[in-house]
């Protein structure tokens, strides 16, 4: 754990907040935790440890600044200079991780798409074998796609498969390939295959989720294909499911307040709603929520703003919470592309 947590402290070379830190780790659903581990960019670790005990984790940092490799100012702690240990997180092994996007439904999404590749091995040579999965939630949804491509779904499936898995590193593809099973193959178990460097908690846990997240991210970038459609309801669950509705409504062309009247919402949970969609979301349209005159006003905000408190921020440049965080978040993804 120790290694986990000063990688952590090396994704973001600056202070950060033990409360906040560990409301990211076990997922805090609110705006202000995620754009606070968006900002840091820690956004990909939202929710990787959803069973970490508080106390536990402040145990680690008091240890880890005893030890002498962090250092505390008040409720803050930073990396101390004297660490040179290497960042496992920045390689090229645990750089996929996003459990943001994710982590929520990342073992159903492989166990469906293991247990798709099983069944559709089986057709037209064997009828008796033992299926990975029993349960509706697989079983219903691999028949709807079995009785709908019918006899060209085993080559579809091979061509999507070949083109995903190239698009993986060695190290990831290898992984992900022993663990499925079908005619004449049985798969391994993710543990099986775990290398002993990566034996330790959580770095076993993280080996597995890196390589399935970096499959998931390659199947979100082929909407048409039918690993994506097969997927993508169970994606969707890695998102808030209120903020989905809110984004629907908004999409349909109603106004905050028309959505704030039919849901019998609060002012603020839309804005989180809207917040947490713009950090969703790739092609969120900023312009739609911000003028070209506040626009105009908010580009002159320092480019660390997300440091500075609200009241200092809204007093200097008179604009709203909502217009303020999404000039920041668009701010932060143009300077990522």
């Given amino acids: 754990m120790d290694e986990f947590i000063l990688s952590l402290f090396m994704m973001r070379n600056d202070k950060l907040k033990k409360t906040t830190l560990y409301q990211i780790l076990v997922g805090k659903h609110t705006s202000s935790v995620l754009c606070y581990a968006y900002f ?27 030890k002498g490799w962090l250092e505390k100012e008040e409720q803050h702690f930073s990396l101390a200079k004297s660490v040179s240990t290497a960042n496992l997180l920045q390689t090229s092994t645990f750089q996929p991780l996003d459990f943001f996007r994710f982590g929520r439904k990342e073992e159903i999404c492989w166990r469906s798409l293991r247990f798709l590749l099983q069944v559709v091995s089986f057709l037209g040579k064997e009828k008796s074998y033992i299926p990975l999965e029993n349960a509706p939630i697989y079983t219903e949804r691999v028949r709807t796609v079995i009785h709908q491509y019918k006899g060209n779904l085993a080559d579809l499936l091979y061509q999507e498969m070949s083109q995903l898995f190239q698009a ?17 193959q049985e798969g391994a178990a993710f543990f099986q295959l775990t290398p002993d460097k990566y034996e330790q908690l ?10 399935v997240h970096h499959f998931l991210a390659q199947v979100t970038k082929h909407p048409n294909d039918l690993l994506y459609k097969f997927l993508r309801p169970l994606l969707l669950q890695n998102y808030n499911q209120s903020m989905l509705q809110t984004r629907t409504l908004i999409q349909q062309g109603n106004s905050m307040e028309q959505v704030m009247q039919q849901r019998k919402l609060k002012r603020g949970t839309v804005q989180d709603h809207l917040i947490e969609w713009a950090l969703a979301d790739k ?5 739609d929520f911000l003028s070209q005159a506040t626009q105009n006003k908010l580009k002159n905000m320092p480019k660390a703003s997300f440091t500075y408190s609200f009241k200092e921020l809204a007093e200097t440049f008179d604009a709203t919470f909502l217009e303020i965080r999404l000039y920041q978040i668009w701010r932060k993804k143009q300077s990522l592309c």
Avoid: I, M
């Fill in 283 to 287: 092609s969120f349209s900023f312009a």
């Fill in 40 to 66: 840091h960019d820690l956004l990909p670790f939202f929710s990787v440890l959803p069973t970490l005990g508080e106390e536990e984790f402040y145990q680690n940092l008091a240890d880890l600044t005893n």
């Fill in 202 to 211: 959580p770095w076993s846990s993280l080996y597995k989720s890196a390589a």
């Fill in 168 to 184: 993986l590193s060695e190290e990831h593809a290898d992984l992900l390939a022993q663990t499925l099973s079908g005619y004449q």
